[in-house]
């Protein structure tokens, strides 16, 4: 079992940056592959970005073009999203997500090999 929590969601303007964190429990974080997804209004959960379960490989989406940065502590097990340069196109809710089953070397793009979630956290980018 594992639990996800997100925070750090709120109000931010544009232009700034927010940095949200998940925190996971139940299982080893070594073992667990997890990603940042979003999800618009009447939208798909999207892929951000997300790090390998077993090794030190990260992919980001090619529309965040450098602004967000997915740090990783693994004395905390946690992993942030360190977003910049905020637009209000980036109002949404974001997720945290794990995979305690599936690759091992890679990231999954989509939202279904995924099979833990967070609750989600609301930003909101005032213009």
């Known amino acids: 079992q594992v639990q996800l929590v997100e925070s750090g969601g709120g109000l931010v303007q544009a232009g700034g940056s927010l940095r949200l964190s998940c925190s996971a429990s139940?299982?080893?974080?070594?073992?667990?592959?997890m990603a940042w997804f979003r999800q618009g209004l009447g939208k798909e959960r999207e892929f951000v970005a997300g790090i390998a379960r077993r090794h030190e490989v990260i992919q980001y989406t090619d529309f965040v073009k450098g602004r967000v940065t997915i740090p990783r502590d693994d004395d905390k097990n946690t992993l942030d999203l360190q977003m910049n340069s905020l637009k209000p196109e980036n109002t949404t809710v974001y997720y945290c997500?794990?995979?305690?089953?599936?690759?091992?070397?890679?990231?999954?793009?989509?939202?279904?090999?995924?099979?833990?979630w967070g609750q989600g956290a609301k930003v909101t980018v005032a213009s």
């Open positions: 997500a794990a995979d305690d089953q599936g690759n091992i070397g890679y990231v999954p793009l989509s939202a279904s090999p995924y099979n833990y």
């Open positions: 139940g299982r080893s974080f070594y073992y667990l592959g």
